[in-house]
């Protein structure tokens, strides 16, 4: 895997070429201290990952990874900074990973091995079933989709219950972390979770479901079969399947329930 770093401070670079020298599978094709030589590079060379630091002079490396995309769109990165509060608008950038300084070997490892993963085209747009009556499940041409993260799960969950509609950060953070009070802490919990729920979707070629603006999250739910999608549609058949649960693992999906049963009576009523 060709990899570069970008760091305005030389210790940190060296300390990044020390540890990433330990690793098999990866060659360090370039170590830059200057950012516009970084995107000089990667202009006329291939390169498939970058370790970039957050803030340097004159640019941040959130500007910078939109610049080094311009002539490599599938590259793929993770940020290396003492700073946390950009992590959300560098999970909304694709990265794949943010590590907050001091570093250490195994946090390098994971970075790389999610870029390898993602480094696969996100082209394919298969079948997506999504499944709300009783437990929630993501098919993909029949196939389960496996989540790493619980709380991505369950935050993929609340944007299928919300069907297209916009989800704030702090509504989302009431339901998910009900019991923790609202601040730093939780908003991390939030920003990991978004970041697992990317990346998941990305390895599974189907991260055009998820969109964002203006900070709010939303589900494009076109090209996306689900059984709730098709009672909130007045379908007789999904009434008839619904038998009362929904989204059973999650207590928030109770607050739905009365309204399905509702849907159900109206899709039975005869014309």
């Known amino acids: 895997m060709k990899i570069i770093l970008v760091d305005d401070e030389a210790l940190i670079l060296d300390e990044l070429q020390y540890l990433c020298g330990k690793m098999e599978g990866v060659e360090i094709v370039g170590s830059f201290q200057d950012p516009a030589k970084a995107v000089e590079y990667v202009r006329n060379n291939p390169v498939e990952f970058a370790f970039l630091d957050i803030q340097m002079p004159g640019i941040t490396g959130l500007e910078l990874l939109k610049k080094l995309r311009e002539y490599q769109k599938n590259l793929q990165a993770a940020f290396v900074t003492a700073y946390d509060q ?23 490892r994971h970075a790389l091995e999610k870029g390898r993963r ?31 993260s619980r709380k ?12 297209g509609g916009m989800v704030e950060t702090e509504y989302a953070i009431d339901l998910l972390w009900e019991e923790e ?13 978004l970041m697992n729920l990317r990346n998941t979707l990305k390895e599974n070629g189907i991260l055009w479901m998820l969109k964002t603006q203006r900070g709010r999250l939303y589900l494009e739910c076109g090209d996306i079969e689900c059984d709730y999608f098709r009672l909130l549609d007045g379908e007789r058949m999904a009434a008839d399947q619904f038998t009362g649960e929904f989204l059973s693992e999650y207590s928030w999906g109770e607050r739905y329930i009365p309204q399905m049963i509702s849907m159900c009576e109206q899709s039975r009523i005869p014309e």
Do not use: H, Q, W
């Open 152 to 163: 991505a799960k369950e935050l993929l969950a609340l944007l299928v219950a919300r069907r």
């Open 118 to 148: 993602l480094c696969r085209p996100d082209t394919s747009k298969g079948k997506v079933e999504i499944r709300t009556f009783g437990r929630f499940d993501v098919m993909i041409e029949g196939r389960a989709i496996d989540f790493s």
């Open 181 to 193: 009070p609202f601040g730093d802490r939780v908003k991390v919990k939030f920003r990991k979770a």
């Open 86 to 108: 950009y992590a959300l608008e560098a999970y909304r950038n694709d990265a794949c990973d943010y590590l907050l300084k001091p570093f250490g070997l195994d946090e390098l």
